[in-house]
């Protein structure tokens, strides 16, 4: 008597799909992320905006020198003990640098910036010499 056995094609990738998914099921603590930003000019000033969700204040620097503007900060992973298991983790986790050369335009002295929501903004003030003056001419 023999055996009968049925051949699977997919099988080597299911195995696949199953490494796969084990490997990003455990917490991305290693790899590197970095959040969002936007950047806007107004008339006096220049705004940057960058999505940090999860990230607490006491873990945000932010620095100006030498006409760069540095942002720095780190979204930690917190397990709970209460939970069993994660079926997924997507988001990533760990320390992020950002850094931008700021235009000479900036007054360094005078940056600003607004934690709510999840969302950092940074206000940059331009120098008084580099807002937009209107000029009235005298038609004579």
């Given at each position: 008597?023999?055996?009968?056995?049925t051949?699977?094609?997919?099988?080597?990738?299911?195995?696949?799909?199953?490494?796969?998914?084990?490997?990003?099921?455990?917490?991305?603590?290693?790899?590197?992320?970095?959040?969002?930003?936007?950047?806007?000019?107004?008339e006096?000033?220049?705004?940057l905006?960058?999505?940090?969700?999860?990230?607490?204040?006491?873990d945000?620097?932010?620095?100006?020198?030498?006409?760069t503007?540095?942002?720095?900060?780190?979204?930690?992973?917190?397990?709970?003990?209460?939970?069993?298991?994660?079926?997924r983790?997507?988001?990533?986790?760990?320390?992020?640098?950002?850094?931008?050369?700021?235009?000479?335009?900036?007054?360094?002295?005078?940056?600003?910036?607004?934690?709510?929501?999840?969302v950092?903004?940074?206000?940059?003030?331009?120098?008084?010499?580099?807002?937009?003056?209107?000029?009235?001419?005298?038609?004579?």
């Amino acid at each position: 008597m023999s055996s009968l056995t049925t051949y699977d094609p997919f099988s080597s990738v299911r195995l696949l799909e199953d490494a796969l998914t084990r490997m990003w099921s455990e917490p991305r603590t290693a790899r590197p992320w970095s959040p969002a930003v936007d950047i806007l000019e107004t008339e006096n000033d220049l705004v940057l905006r960058a999505d940090l969700p999860d990230v607490k204040l006491e873990d945000i620097d932010i620095r100006v020198e030498n006409q760069t503007l540095s942002l720095k900060g780190e979204r930690r992973f917190e397990k709970e003990e209460t939970v069993k298991g994660y079926h997924r983790i997507e988001r990533s986790y760990g320390s992020f640098v950002r850094t931008f050369t700021l235009p000479p335009t900036v007054d360094p002295d005078h940056v600003s910036a607004e934690y709510k929501n999840g969302v950092l903004t940074i206000t940059l003030p331009k120098k008084e010499a580099a807002k937009p003056r209107q000029v009235k001419v005298a038609i004579k």
